[in-house]
C-alpha cells in the first residue's frame, strides 16, 4: 500500500492510497466501525486507487488549531481491514 495522499478541503479530509492487487476490504476510522458514516466498504473493487473521505467533525475527529500557525491539525486513526481479490 502506498503512503496515503491527503487532500483538506473546506469541510471534509479526503484520503486517496493505491495498492498493489485490488483492495477489497474495509477502510474506518478506529474505534468506530459501528458508524455507519466512519466505514468504507471496498467489496468488489477492482482497482488500485482506493479513496476515503471523513466529514470536519465526524467519527471522533479531532481539530486544533496552533497560535503560532495557519494552519489547522485534524487528528484521527484508520484502519484497513484487508481482503484482496484473487484473480
Known sequence: MSVPEVKCMEDRMKLTF???KPFTGRVFVKGMVDKDQCVNSFIGN??????YEII????????SRK???????????LKFHFGYCHT
Not at 477492482?46 to 479513496?51: A, I
Not at 497560535?67 to 486513526?77: D, G
Open 56 to 63: 470536519n467533525g465526524q467519527c471522533n475527529m479531532r481539530r
Open 46 to 51: 477492482r482497482k488500485l486507487e482506493v479513496q
Open 18 to 20: 493505491y495498492t498493489a
Open 67 to 77: 497560535h503560532f500557525y495557519n494552519n489547522t491539525l485534524q487528528n484521527f486513526n
